[in-house]
């Protein structure tokens, strides 16, 4: 029951992605045959570091999506505080509310089951522009971000480049 | 998890996850022994619960003598949402005129909150599903029918979403009233996200009145705590005759028959 309420439900998330593009992003199937499975495009914000470059990820819905958060996974390296080095994105809005463990997170932010794809991906794209540094999934990027911008900047330019040629 | 007193923070290890992954476990625990709405029960489990509490064993005596029996729900955070739908729609089927004004009430319910700036995408998932249930209960379908849809967690856990939607709707709308029963320096906005919407968070007051205004729907709780000789009563809203009955042990609701 609760099985084809999701699947219904991420059908008709992405056929409205199909027919109403949003700028950002672009999203499909990793396999036509399960809706479980997205991969999506993400672009780059402009002005940002990340800028030109084509970033692949992953998103796995758990059957009980939308009471549950997907999971997001970059495929494309990318060297960002909230991103860990197996590509794992760290994002607030992807965890359930629950009391915080560290403080850092802001409950408002967590998973509420009225998010969509499109909610996580803008929040992603925020996520890209703004790091959040105070709980980060990539130290060493963080580290970077904070004290030796050249550096780190250097990193992310070599995952832009890199994701062009993907 | 860490010994007394000291913590190996680890930090290759994702502790989120580990916390998640525990709650997960507590959740099938939970699950595995208690329907979302049992069937109706006699008080004598109450007074097994309370075998060796005296004060309790009295309140359980004086609930005895108003009420004739209670159906429990499970302890997850969304119990007053879950008593509540299930009562008044158990209440429902045996009155149309009732049912006529809720239908009207729940149709409408959608546009408010998508003219509140809730996603309509999203809010005519929920909606859906919700009036789904409702015309179930509209063309008097069996009892037991009712009750399995309670438990099943697919459409259980979509009616408590939606009446969740109905109370921050219902508080955003009336920002300025609520704002003052706020704690903390928290908006009403960021009071929603955080303690309404999200599934498994409990209700307070302020929700209950809010679930009653915006459904028109008045009810009784039963407070039973320490304090006192007997349960006390508590009309929402006050002055109201109730059309169901809630009983409140601290943390939890259940459901009362008369």
């Not at chain 1, 990820?57 to 494309?76: E, R």
């Not at chain 2, 476990?25 to 109706?40: L, P, W």
């Not at chain 2, 007997?230 to 109201?240: C, Q």
Request: aromatic letters at 12%; proline letters at 5%; charged letters at 30%.
């Amino acid at each position: 029951m609760a099985q084809e309420r999701s699947a219904l439900l991420l059908h008709r998330q992405l056929g409205e992605l199909m027919k109403n593009p949003v700028e950002g992003f672009s999203a499909g199937l990793i396999d036509d045959d399960d809706i479980y499975k997205w991969e999506v495009l993400i672009i780059g914000p402009p002005d940002t570091l990340f800028e030109g470059g084509f970033f692949k990820a992953h998103l796995y819905f758990p059957k009980d999506y939308p009471l549950k958060p997907p999971k997001m996974k970059f495929i494309s390296d990318v060297w960002h505080p909230n991103i860990d080095k197996n590509g794992d994105v760290c994002i607030s809005i992807l965890h359930e509310p629950g009391d915080d463990k560290y403080g850092y997170e802001k409950a408002n932010e967590r998973w509420l089951p009225i998010h969509t794809v499109e909610t996580i991906l803008l929040s992603v794209i925020s996520m890209l522009a703004d790091p959040n540094d105070e709980s980060p999934a990539n130290v060493d990027a963080a580290k970077d971000w904070r004290e030796n911008p050249a550096e780190f900047k250097k990193k992310v330019a070599r995952c832009v480049r890199k994701s062009q040629e993907e | 998890m860490a010994e007394e007193g000291t913590l190996h923070y680890d930090p290759d290890k994702n502790y989120d996850e580990e916390t998640l992954a525990q709650q997960r476990i507590i959740e099938k625990q939970i699950a595995g022994t208690q329907d979302f709405v049992t069937e109706r029960l006699d008080f004598s489990v109450l007074e097994q619960e309370y075998a060796e509490d005296p004060v309790y064993i009295k309140k359980v005596r004086s609930l005895k003598s108003k009420y004739l029996c209670l159906r429990k729900t499970r302890g997850d955070g969304n119990c007053f949402y879950r008593a509540f739908g299930f009562a008044y729609f158990e209440k429902l089927l045996e009155d149309q005129e009732e049912f006529n004004r809720f239908r009207d009430v729940a149709s409408k319910s959608k546009d408010v909150l998508v003219s509140l700036g809730f996603p309509q995408f999203t809010i005519e998932d929920f909606h859906d599903t919700f009036m789904e249930v409702v015309d179930k209960v509209g063309s008097q379908c069996p009892l037991e029918e009712l009750h399995k849809i309670f438990n099943d967690q697919g459409y259980s856990d979509y009616l408590v979403v939606y009446l969740r939607l109905l109370v921050s709707g219902h508080l955003q709308k009336e920002a300025d009233f609520f704002s003052n029963f706020v704690e903390g320096d928290r908006t009403i906005k960021e009071f929603c996200n955080q303690e309404v919407e999200p599934m498994g968070k409990e209700s307070d007051h302020i929700h209950i009145i809010a679930l009653t205004a915006v459904t028109g729907v008045s009810v009784r709780v039963e407070y039973m705590d320490r304090g006192g000789e007997t349960t006390n009563a508590h009309d929402f809203p006050d002055g109201s005759t109730p059309k169901i009955a809630l009983l409140y042990r601290p943390g939890h609701y259940d459901i009362l028959y008369t």
